[in-house]
């Protein structure tokens, strides 16, 4: 369940794609740690990650959540980013039989679900085929 807290708290990485670069030596987290889980070091500077990657693996989901029921199935991806950086993420705006591994992928800013009567709407980036 998304609580509007968390929302909050997860906004900068989720929207602007914002990840922490460790200061000590050069790993990047995403989403941003406080501990470095190579060095243990504790200084971070932000940078945003690239739009662009490649498929790294991906999974089909067939029968889904209730808040994603309308979209069953669908496909929830590894991406590796341009710099390395490797995200999960839904893979969209393709059939799962045309999925390929190491296919080239954009990611776009897209809604991910409104929750409940309240209906708070949440984004997040999805990756898309590059065609």
């Known amino acids: 369940m998304l609580t509007t807290a968390r929302f909050w708290r997860e906004t900068p990485q989720r929207y602007r794609m914002e990840a922490g670069r460790c200061t000590s030596c050069g ?3 995403y989403p941003p740690r406080r501990i470095c ?3 243990k070091g504790r200084e971070f500077e932000t ?3 690239p739009d662009e990657g490649t498929l790294y693996t991906y ?3 067939r029968v889904a959540p209730t808040a994603f029921v309308d979209q069953a199935p669908y496909a929830v991806a590894l ?3 341009a710099d390395g950086t490797r ?9 799962p039989e045309e999925i390929e591994l190491g296919m080239p992928v954009r990611l776009e800013f897209r ?5 409940g009567e ?3 709407l949440a984004y997040a980036h999805k990756a898309v085929p590059k065609r």
């Open 79 to 81: 991406v590796d980013l």
């Open 87 to 95: 995200i999960m993420c839904q893979l969209v705006d393709c059939e």
């Open 37 to 39: 889980g190579e060095c």
């Open 47 to 49: 940078v945003r990650l």
């Open 111 to 115: 809604r991910i679900l409104g929750e």
């Open 118 to 120: 309240a209906g708070m």
């Open 27 to 29: 790993k990047v987290w």
């Open 59 to 61: 999974t089909v989901i």
